[in-house]
């Protein structure tokens, strides 16, 4: 009777453990822009998001460009990211199904207190780029094609300063993220085009503040897009969809309104906002 037990017990457990092991994880991989994740809204939204769904996100964080071109290959589910350009070609291209406005923010520019180039309180982005390359002060961008990067060279072309003028010891092009573009930044005592949200979350600011915000041009649109499955017939579009829909529905734009740190809100939902 005691070995029948013993051996009943195991094939139990060995049937328990085949019925786990069977039991597929319920997951999909987001494409997104470091601003999402160094931010830590994700750490905020997404353990609501599995609470309500059962389904884990796993988020590849990446400059905007990058996570598109992972959407391109298949390699992600779904793209989250902040550059409607980009976007809309992503889509045009076959690539994406629908974009869907999910919130906005802003970016400022961070600098040094000392403010070597002279701009701190001004509210014209432009005409603060122009100082800072005339006096050659310190500037870190990111160089990762990037929604950040391609804000911050259009905010140049703006300005006219483009191409050579892009170039010397004062402007470093880092091709990284934003929190390693805040981290050299801080080191150097030089300038950066941050989004917000990384700034506020942002703990090694050393001697860094933000010098120019509140320019209509620093505005800062997130989209998010399911990727094709008639592209990429592994993409779980479903699930895929099933985040899309509660990120843009009223309980999605809630959690992310109420995202705040320090009281602040990061990103302000407008799912509902025609053409956002």
């Known amino acids: 009777m005691f070995n029948r037990r013993i051996v009943l017990s195991l094939a139990l ?4 453990s085949a019925a786990v092991a069977q039991t597929p ?4 991989v987001v494409s997104s822009t470091t601003s999402t994740t160094d931010s830590g809204l ?5 353990p609501l998001f599995k609470a309500k769904s059962g389904i ?11 996570a598109l071109d992972t959407g391109r290959r298949g390699d992600a589910d779904v793209v989250f990211v902040h550059a409607k350009p980009q ?15 999910v919130m906005y923010n802003d970016f400022v520019l961070i ?13 014209d982005i432009v005409a603060a780029l122009k100082t800072i390359q005339t006096k050659q002060a310190p500037f870190v961008s990111r160089g990762d094609k990037s929604g950040t990067h391609a804000a911050e060279l259009s905010l140049w072309k703006t300005a006219g300063i483009e191409g050579e003028q892009l170039k010397g010891a004062w402007y470093r092009e880092i091709g990284q993220g934003m929190g390693a573009a805040l981290n050299t930044a801080s080191a150097l005592n030089g300038y950066v085009l941050s989004d917000r949200a990384t700034w506020l979350n942002f703990k090694n600011r050393g001697e860094l503040a933000i010098v120019v915000e509140g320019d209509k041009r ?22 895929g969809q099933a985040f899309i829909d509660w990120l843009i529905s009223p309980e999605g734009q ?9 009281g602040e809100v990061l990103f302000f939902p407008n799912a509902q906002q025609p053409g956002a």
């Open 254 to 262: 809630k959690a992310i309104g109420d995202y705040k740190i320090n």
């Open 111 to 123: 600098g040094p207190k000392s403010d070597p180039a002279g701009i701190k309180g001004a509210t």
């Open 218 to 239: 620093l505005f800062n649109q997130y989209g998010v897009i399911l990727v094709n499955p008639a592209k990429h017939t592994n993409v779980k579009a479903k699930d």
């Open 25 to 28: 994880e319920r997951f999909i």
């Open 56 to 66: 884990d996100v796993r988020v590849v964080s990446q400059g905007t460009g990058q």
């Open 13 to 16: 457990a060995t049937f328990a």
């Open 42 to 46: 994700f750490n905020h939204i997404l």
């Open 87 to 101: 976007e809309e070609k992503f889509i045009a291209d076959g690539f994406g199904v629908e974009r869907k406005p």
